[in-house]
């Protein structure tokens, strides 16, 4: 109930962005159930076509950024990877170009832990940049 109440204390521009990631999150996370990464990332560049003309001014980045955090709370299993998928592609629907990267890290017991972040004019956009210097990145994806 809280958080419908938030939704509908938003703008109305707020509210068709989060419902527009809230969209894009649970396909995103439906297709990483089924596919692999690889897959995913190719069914939506081709589904996702840059707009002609299309730009963003820096404080959308961080609304859409904030959007895509706050639309994952409703999809169960949004990880960091659900999560840079989305907006890697809605950043570029307004012709941005963004890196996606993936990284690891050994925990204390021993185990790997993975992470992906969305890099974009060479600031982190989504994914925790404070525990980035834990991880060793392994690849991306431009």
């Not at 089924?34 to 990332?41: D, K, M, Q, S």
Request: proline fraction near 4%; charged fraction near 25%.
């Amino acid at each position: 109930m809280r958080r419908l109440r938030k939704f509908l204390a938003l703008s109305p521009a707020d509210q068709a962005l989060i419902l527009r990631c809230l969209g894009l999150l649970a396909v995103v996370r439906l297709g990483l159930n089924t596919l692999r990464v690889e897959r995913v990332i190719e069914e939506l560049n081709r589904w996702i076509k840059p707009r002609a003309g299309a730009s963003l001014e820096e404080h959308e980045l961080g609304r859409i950024a904030w959007a895509v955090k706050a639309a994952s709370a409703c999809v169960p299993g949004a990880t960091c990877l659900t999560q840079a998928l989305t907006l890697q592609s809605i950043l570029r629907s307004h012709g941005c170009l963004t890196e996606l990267k993936f990284g690891v890290r050994r925990k204390p017991d021993g185990q790997f832990h993975a992470h992906a972040w969305v890099v974009f004019r060479g600031r982190v956009v989504i994914g925790d940049d404070s525990l980035l210097p834990e991880y060793t990145a392994m690849t991306s994806f431009g």
